[in-house]
């Protein structure tokens, strides 16, 4: 990135070992500040020449791409006075004619901005914000646009956020880090054809003590970080995958190619539900807190479809709408009384055990029930709900799950999938978040509860104690 006469941005001994991979796939990723963002601008310069060449910086929301963006502007026009920046499209476009996007994806609709677009160089900067499939959807838009560009993914991430445990499966777990993780993956062509091919993937650790221009400029960084609670610290300062309450459901996919055929996908497109199917309907109580309702079908061979929901939110997440119990009832009757896939269905109620307390004079199951509307009280063993969602969620070798979701039920699709795990119990999902909806599924499975099936074993845990440099953080540490 020389122009004439000046240096405009130099790797720094980390970055350049990060800009050295071949992969197909790269993360860098751990501790906060060690230079990632800026790694993810520069790299994407390395093609501007290649007039055909198209480039792509991804960050989850708008707001947040506009500090990359605004970087881009110091580092893009030092060293190609003559870039031009498109405000409205977010755009650089280069003396070549190469251009350089950023982007976003902050709702599953905004995908279609990149439906039937190619990218030579696809690069998410922090990439634990984002979903598996969004991941997945943008690696089939990472295609030459033309002869003589390489094509290749790269990512920037720190511990933690709703993609950490995918991330962690993909990049983390395999293999030690700067190690190649290959993949066999099969390519069905439109005439059938069907062709395996070896991919390639590495995650090269990044660490803030790595940052020598951060560490000059800004002193008192590190010690900040050190300030923060353990779970924090250990994930921001140090790096650690292990210490960060990380997605509860990473097996959840949302694939929208695959809404009729069923394969792969939990959320599927609504049918009609056949007459002989059980119907169930779970329930979890909130009045300041959103409360939820969801009916779920059930075919012949015990597989469960939540085909309905009705969720008490203002549209503020995780705030209730304050109706009383007797109106959630009465408007749970009319939905049963009206819905073509619940009218005239026997219909059983299972229902958080708490609403069936007394101590405070009527329960609230009592006033619902004056409204015709009966409930029996749910299996609330925590954990042993959990795992019957997670049984229910896997998908056996054909990918079809043990249950579905309608893609009508979209605050099941935005709430369960974003779940975190809680840094005390650790084992157990955060209730503090937006869990409603995951209550009363989880009642519903436990009524049914199926076995697990049988996997292929998971590749071995990466285990960071083997790995010494990676770990010895207070020799680094000591080092500055
Ligand atoms: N090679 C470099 N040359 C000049 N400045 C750099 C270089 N690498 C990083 N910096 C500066 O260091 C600071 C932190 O870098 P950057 O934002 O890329 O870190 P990060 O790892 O993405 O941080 P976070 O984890 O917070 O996202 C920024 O001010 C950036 O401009
Ligand atoms: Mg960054």
């Known amino acids: 990135m020389n122009n004439i006469r000046t240096v405009v941005w ?43 060449y198209r480039g792509l910086i991804l960050r989850k ?85 033309g002869p003589g560009t390489r094509c290749y993914m790269r990512a920037q991430a720190n511990p933690g956020g709703i993609g ?39 995650f090269v650790p990044s660490r803030v003590f790595d940052n020598k221009i951060l560490m000059e400029n800004d002193p008192d960084y590190v010690a900040r970080l050190a300030a923060m609670p353990e779970a924090e610290r250990k994930a921001l300062l140090y790096g650690d995958w292990d210490s960060f309450s990380g997605q509860v459901f990473t097996e959840w996919r949302d694939n929208p190619d695959e809404y009729d055929m069923r394969r792969n996908t939990h959320v599927i497109n609504p049918f009609r539900v056949p007459d002989s199917w059980k119907i169930y309907r779970g329930f979890d109580f909130g009045y300041a807190k959103p409360f939820s309702v969801g009916w779920y079908a059930i075919d012949h061979d015990g597989r469960m479809y939540r085909i309905r929901e009705l969720y008490g939110c203002t549209g503020t997440p995780n705030e209730g709408v304050r109706w009383e119990p007797s109106e959630i009832a009465r408007k749970i009757y009319e939905i049963e009384k009206t819905d073509p896939n619940l009218k005239g269905k026997k219909i059983r109620g299972i229902a958080d055990p708490s609403i069936f307390d ?35 969620f896997a998908f056996d070798e054909n990918g079809i799950p ?68 990676y770990i010895s953080t207070l020799k680094w540490a000591d080092k500055y």
């Open 61 to 145: 929301t708008y707001p947040q791409l506009s500090e990359i963006i605004d970087r881009s502007r110091e580092i893009y026009k030092s060293a190609y006075p003559k870039a031009k920046y498109n405000e409205q499209k977010h755009c650089w476009t280069f003396p070549s004619g190469a251009k350089i996007y950023f982007g976003s994806l902050h709702h599953t609709k905004d995908r279609l901005n990149y439906q039937g677009k190619q990218y030579d160089f696809i690069d998410f900067d922090e990439l634990t914000q984002f979903t598996w499939d969004e991941y997945n959807y943008l690696l089939s838009r990472n295609r030459p646009g």
């Open 164 to 202: 950490h445990g995918w991330v962690k499966e993909r990049f983390i777990n395999p293999a030690k880090p700067m190690t190649t993780i290959w993949e066999n993956t099969k390519i069905t062509y439109p005439d059938g054809r069907t062709v395996t091919k070896k991919r390639s993937r590495v």
């Open 10 to 52: 130099r790797p720094q001994p980390r970055q350049k070992l990060f800009m050295s991979r071949g992969e197909d796939e790269a993360l860098y990723g751990g501790a906060a500040g060690g230079g990632k963002s800026d790694c993810a601008i520069a790299e994407a310069l390395r093609q501007v020449h290649i007039p055909h």
């Open 358 to 392: 007394k101590s405070r004079g009527e329960s609230i199951a009592e006033m619902m029930e004056r409204e015709r509307v009966y409930f029996e009280k749910g299996d609330n063993t925590r954990l042993a709900g959990k795992m019957q969602m997670h049984n229910r």
């Open 402 to 469: 043990m249950l579905y979701v309608f893609n009508t039920c979209r605050h099941f699709i935005r709430t369960v999938p974003a779940l975190v795990y809680d840094t005390v119990h650790v084992e157990d999902v955060d209730s503090t978040t937006e869990d409603h909806i995951y209550d009363e599924c989880r009642y519903v499975c436990m009524e049914h509860p199926i076995n697990p099936i049988k996997r292929k074993p998971e590749p071995k845990e990466y285990n960071p104690l083997e790995y010494e440099p």
